[in-house]
């Protein structure tokens, strides 16, 4: 759950506005486009999500942390309750899909035998059962995604937040992914996606959020035309 009641973010070196008195919400369980045109304020939005930037006044809650001058060694507890997906993948190159998505699990102390058992089911679950073994070189665009998926799933998070992750896709496999991140959403995981691609958010009819200008200037089903 992400609540944003009047936050503003101002970005002390540049005195820039990123964000402007911005009031959203995401509940439990819904799975949400997030689009806008560059320097709207998206990037911005994730970060505070993750506790990467705060916010100048208001209110930020995710999942249940509020984030309003949150200590930094709580950070961690917040940030294992969200699964990050990002354009570039973010994959370690020298080690293989297993190790990749395991590394998430061994970070916060998991047994070995739990890691096993895990890492299997998201690997099948996001369709790469039989390729644990495999770096990441030897992968497609589309499975190095996926990897990136199951790794931002492998702790289970209440939320997966994905950045532009269909970016470096063609348009066959963005929606494969897409549907990917629909079926997670449908096992109970809330998702939030920052995209460009017109096409993938009507196809999909999910609730949009349209920001420009670091203010919200859309809240409805399908894409929104930030340019008119």
């Known amino acids: ?3 944003l009641d009047g936050v503003t973010v101002v970005y002390d070196s540049s005195g820039t506005v990123a964000l402007d008195n911005v009031d959203l919400n995401v509940d439990e369980g819904e799975f949400v486009f997030l689009v806008g045109p560059s320097g709207s304020g998206k990037t911005t939005l994730m970060k505070l999500l993750t506790g990467e930037v705060y916010a100048k006044s208001g209110k930020v809650v995710v999942n249940d942390f ?3 001058g949150i ?3 709580k950070l961690p507890k917040v940030r294992r309750t969200l699964g990050v997906v990002f354009q570039d993948y973010r994959l370690i190159e020298n080690m293989n899909v297993f190790d990749n998505v395991a ?3 061994r970070v916060v102390g998991a047994r070995r035998r739990e890691i096993k058992q895990r890492v299997d089911y998201v690997l099948e679950l996001v369709g790469l059962e039989g390729r644990g073994n495999r770096l990441p070189s030897e992968l497609s665009g589309g499975e190095q995604q996926r990897v990136a998926i199951a790794r931002a799933l492998v702790n289970n998070p209440r939320m997966i ?5 269909t970016g470096n896709l063609d348009p066959t496999l963005s929606l494969e992914l897409m549907l990917l991140l629909e079926k997670i959403n449908e096992m109970g995981t809330t998702v939030l996606v920052v995209t460009h691609e017109k096409e993938l958010v009507n196809a999909l009819t999910k609730r949009t959020i349209t920001i420009k200008g670091g203010r919200v200037i859309g809240d409805g089903i ?3 035309d930030y340019d008119i």
């Not at 937040?161 to 992750?165: L, M, N, R």
């Open 1 to 3: 759950m992400v609540q």
């Open 66 to 68: 509020d984030m309003s």
């Open 71 to 73: 200590k930094r060694g």
């Open 103 to 105: 590394f998430a699990m």
């Open 161 to 165: 937040v994905a950045d532009e992750p």
């Open 222 to 224: 399908g894409y929104y």
